[in-house]
């Protein structure tokens, strides 16, 4: 019944095939990578990804927007890593069921190659989804709470009674639930053994001794820890983490902003002059653009976990089927966290004051950002300009420019449901409202936005199909 | 198929085809279409306890790889001594006091081999002395000890100058360099020891080294870097160049940025790995272990490389002028990706793989030592070792619990052998946290009434000079319009080494021509020889059947 004509069409192109040469058609199977219809021993059809809903991916992304904001140590960097090994596990744990489309081991880096499906042992898809998911999130939550590892369990075990659709019993056998989770496992833990090597599983809390203290560059212009708290600077190191498709994190970095200079008269006071009036004079839309962009660790998914958010709830209304959601989180969310990593490089890079201290040194010395406190890193570009354009990019290529989209990310905590007219527009808004703020420069914004293009631009060379 | 089929009793043959179509339903479904008929099933029988075998490798963390045995004949009476490493345990030499043809016998004794820390084991004769040596992989430093003769043995490191540091040596192959008398070792290590809480991108580099043998020593260690974390290595000369290069099997879990590798070694030169300009095909697995064997008949050498689950088999793609490799587990169906027997569904653990011919049919066989890491739920416990067997087209078919050795231990190591002299590959099994476990081949009879299943013969080589064992030759042995080939060679597996008899199935055929393509030189003239004999085959003077004493 939900057979698409592709499907049928595979079926048909795999008959054919078989009366051709079905020695030849093995043969083939087994050499090249791309994904081909599986079929059992005895020829049947084993339906793609693409005959299923993307219930899986939606429950799990929506659980994982949860974790990111419950669970210690999941920082904007870190959280949009979490995302992007687990949008590639769940590409790439259904990619041997997505006909025409390929894996990514060799263009990503330090990638070359994953298990691959037999190709005469039939798997249900959604079950390997939800397999690999299971345990790709078990393992970057493992400092969850013992509530949240409760809800994995949970969300794992109930899934086939919630889309009953998807998990016929009537149409998979014991056998193939049994080889579906397996494979599923293995593909997440073959992921794993790489995402322990990026140099950024040491973030977690008790692995961190294993960085050096980083001591701050001082001088004129240079950042210095900002009030309330005067935090250390975040995760100094995070950019020299291994991206996911840059090749380096210098491969995209902003213009350079303007010269340093306190002069009244000078570029840089004029951009921290307009923070100073902005700031104080926002209006009222503008301050809740600042709130609603936030995005704080702790209390929402981060801005990665925004985004994803609202891709995963765009697909779920677009009733989009299983491949084409793994493939839509694949590139988003390692494209957000080769943003994180490329945006971090350039801010331990540039090391620029923030407006904060700026402005109490030279213009107020009793102003404080009006809305909440200076994140603690460094101020060159803004890391939510990057992401966001860089989301929005992706997301343009992956539902259409000018799509008109809501965001429910905040309805929960009453700020939603927003409407946008596209992307682009969501993207510039919490670019600028980092300004609306206090917490960043104009140039901040701009220059971020450059960069964040860049990386969208990068991952979308990637090639999902051969 | 050659005629070890006609001499198969009537009910075995029926028996096989019966039970060979159920084992491929339940277990892994190969990618191909089943030959015409199925292989002859040889019979084994466990004689752990009989013969006397009292090994355990244990041992936590460090422990959790390795597990090797050494096939070895140390008093010339042509039956093959067992060195078996216990981890944390005592590694034990056994003396090989099996009857021929009859029940495997070992005794324990010491031979001044015994030391702790042991992982994995490979013999040869390194001083050209014709007594042979054995070097041990060690949790720290490898230690190797130069025969004396008479199954005794002493630590020579400070004689050879062998100094490897305290790292964890997991692999090791050797190679005897084009105008060497003295061989060049190549060791392969694990992760960085110092850095146990967070092992991830810290393997270590490998050494290289490399001969002295004017002063009788070797040279100062060559790294073999950037090190991924190396579990099997082999010297192999895999395009027929005349000269062997190194391939390493590497362990994903640990390396970062690391693949399987393939060492180019020329005399006088740092090793380099071949690059993705040279042909060389990035790979990322589990790797832990390496076979290799012509098997199509191609005359090059094709590469099985166990993992956990993916395990590879990898074929040379064109006229060997590039190390281009293309997978073909799947099609000739061995995969072996999980337990095919048991009901345990979770994906395979592999480790030692060894090609033989254990029914002496005249087609390679794969033995595969399968077992869980320690307690991983994601992979199978209950994961039983495979016998494959071969059959003419190319294909394999598993007959692991037919034969008798599904073994679900935690297997490690192995090796197949013919300990006791009758022409069939019996097995031994190193496991972890579990008795070692030994195998006595009946071929199709029972243990009280061994029956051949094929003809076959055994050859040794010897020659003059340094390399007294010819390693790195190739032995090409006919029957009718058959031929088949073989390397001569030290290393692979998983840290388990042979060096002996080089065993041969002839099926049918009760003669065959032999030649041999000796190091460094071109083929010999073919020779005949009997089947179901031994022979000495001396570059010098020739082949002769060789007797026990």
């Known amino acids: 019944m939900r057979q698409p004509k592709r499907l049928h069409r595979l079926r048909h192109a795999i008959r054919f095939a078989a009366h051709a040469g079905a020695a030849l058609l093995v043969a083939a199977l087994a050499v090249l990578t791309p994904a081909r219809a599986q079929t059992d021993s005895a020829g049947e059809l084993a339906p793609p990804a693409g005959a299923y809903s993307a219930g899986v991916a939606y429950e799990w992304f929506y659980l994982v927007s949860q974790l990111l904001q419950q669970t210690p140590g999941n920082s904007p960097p870190v959280a949009a890593r979490t995302l992007g090994y687990l949008g590639l596990t769940l590409y790439e744990a259904v990619a041997p069921g997505m006909p025409g489309y390929q894996s990514l081991a060799g263009q990503l880096n330090e990638l070359s190659s994953l298990p691959w499906a037999q190709p005469n042992e039939p798997l249900h898809w959604p079950t390997v989804a939800n397999a690999s998911m299971a345990t790709m999130t078990r393992m970057m939550f493992s400092n969850a709470s013992a509530e949240n590892k409760g809800r994995i369990d949970l969300l794992e075990r109930s899934l086939p009674l919630k889309y009953p659709d998807d998990f016929d019993p009537a149409k998979v056998t014991a056998d193939i639930t049994n080889r579906s989770e397996t494979f599923g496992k293995l593909m997440a833990m073959a992921i794993m053994t790489w995402a322990r090597t990026d140099g950024g599983h040491e973030a977690w809390g008790p692995l961190r001794r294993n960085r050096a203290n980083y001591v701050p560059p001082s001088g004129p212009g240079s950042w210095s820890a900002t009030p309330s708290k005067y935090l250390p600077p975040l995760l100094s190191w995070w950019g020299e983490v291994r991206p996911f498709v840059l090749k380096s994190a210098a491969e995209c970095a902003p213009p350079p902003h303007p010269p340093y200079a306190e002069e009244t008269d000078s570029a840089f006071y004029r951009a921290a002059k307009e923070v100073f009036d902005i700031s104080n004079a926002a209006t009222q839309e503008q301050r809740q653009f600042a709130l609603y962009w936030a995005d704080d660790p702790g209390k929402t998914p981060t801005p990665a976990g925004h985004w994803s958010y609202i891709a995963n709830d765009l697909l779920r209304a677009q009733k989009a089927d299983l491949g084409r959601a793994a493939a839509t989180h694949a590139l988003l969310n390692m494209a957000m966290s080769d943003a994180f990593v490329a945006v971090w490089a350039a801010k331990y890079r540039y090391n620029l004051i923030r407006p904060v201290t700026y402005i109490q040194l030279f213009i107020d010395s009793n102003w404080v950002t009006p809305l909440f406190t200076t994140p603690n890193f460094p101020e060159y570009p803004s890391g939510h300009s990057v992401q966001s354009s860089t989301a929005a990019g992706i997301l343009e290529q992956q539902f259409g420019k000018d799509l008109k989209f809501v965001d429910n990310t905040h309805n929960d905590r009453g700020w939603g449901p927003r409407t946008f007219p596209s992307f682009s527009a969501a993207a510039n808004e919490a670019s600028i409202s980092r300004m609306y703020a206090g917490i960043h420069f104009r140039f901040g914004s701009e220059g971020g936005q450059a960069l964040g293009r860049c990386v969208a631009e990068r991952v979308l060379e990637l090639r999902l199909r051969p | ?549």
């Not at chain 2, 579990?434 to 061994?450: C, F, I, M, V």
């Not at chain 2, 042995?477 to 080494?497: M, P």
């Open chain 2, 1 to 549: 198929m050659p005629g070890s089929r006609s001499k198969a009793p009537a009910l075995l043959r029926l028996s096989a085809r019966v039970l060979l179509p159920v084992v491929l339903v339940y277990g892994a479904s190969p990618g191909w279409t089943a030959g015409s008929a199925s292989p002859a099933v040889a019979r084994f029988v466990e004689e752990t306890e009989t013969a006397g075998l009292q090994s355990r490798f244990e041992g936590e963390d460090e422990f959790m790889v390795g597990g090797g045995v050494a096939v070895f004949d140390c008093d010339d009476d042509g039956l093959p001594e067992i060195y078996v490493t216990g981890g944390v345990n005592k590694a034990k030499f056994y003396r090989n006091r099996s009857t021929r043809g009859g029940p495997l016998k070992l005794q324990e004794q010491r031979s001044g081999l015994e030391l702790t820390n042991a992982i994995g084991a490979y013999p040869l004769d390194i001083d050209g002395d014709g007594n042979m040596d054995l070097v041990v992989l060690r949790v720290g430093e490898v230690e190797v000890f130069r025969g004396l003769g008479q199954c005794k043995f002493e630590r020579a490191n400070e004689l050879w100058n062998i100094h490897t540091g305290n790292n964890w040596h997991t692999a090791f192959s050797a190679t005897w360099e084009r105008g060497q008398s003295w061989p060049t070792l190549a060791f392969g290590t694990y992760y960085d020891r110092s850095r146990p809480d967070f092992p991830w991108g810290t393997c270590t580099p490998g050494i290289l080294l490399r001969p002295e043998p004017t002063r009788g020593r070797f040279a100062a260690p060559e790294p073999l870097s950037p090190g991924y974390c190396a579990l099997s290595m082999l010297f192999s000369d895999w395009n027929r160049s005349g000269e062997a290069s190194l391939r390493v099997s590497n362990d994903r879990e640990y390396y970062k940025g690391g693949q399987e590798q393939l060492w180019k070694i020329q005399p006088g030169k740092p090793a380099t790995a071949y690059t993705a300009d040279e042909g060389w095909k990035r790979l990322q697995i589990w790797g832990m272990g390496i076979a290799s064997h012509d098997i199509d008949g191609d005359g090059f050498p094709e590469v099985f490389l166990t993992s956990m689950a993916d395990n590879k088999f990898q074929k040379l793609s064109g006229d060997g002028s590039r190390p281009v490799y293309v997978d073909e587990a799947y099609k000739r169906g061995i995969t072996a990706h999980r337990p095919y027997i048991g009901g345990d569904i979770h994906p395979s653990t592999a480790w030692h793989a060894q090609f033989a011919d254990v029914n002496n049919d005249g087609w390679s066989d794969l033995f595969i030592v399968k077992g869980n890491v320690s307690t991983m739920p994601d992979f199978a416990i209950q994961d039983p070792n495979n016998l494959l067997l071969g059959q003419p087209e190319g294909n394999f078919v598993e007959a692991g619990s037919q034969s008798g050795v599904a073994s679900f231990r935690r297997g490690r190591g192995g090796m197949l052998a013919d300990l006791n002299g009758d022409g069939l590959l019996d097995m031994v099994v190193v496991n972890r946290w579990e008795k070692a476990q030994l195998w006595r081949n009946l071929g199709s009879g029972k243990a009280a009434a061994p029956a051949p299943l094929g003809h076959w013969l055994q050859l040794r080589l010897r020659q003059t000079g340094g390399n007294r064992d010819a390693v790195g030759a190739w032995v090409e042995v006919q029957t009718g319009e058959r031929v088949q080939r073989e390397e001569l060679t030290v290393g692979g597996g998983h840290a388990s080494g042979h060096l002996g008899w080089m065993h041969f199935g002839l099926g049918e055929a009760a003669q065959a021509r032999v030649r041999v393509q000796w190091p460094g030189s071109g083929w010999s003239d073919w020779v005949a020889a009997d089947a179901d004999g031994f022979y000495m085959l001396d570059r010098q003077s020739g082949l002769r059947s060789w007797s026990a004493p």
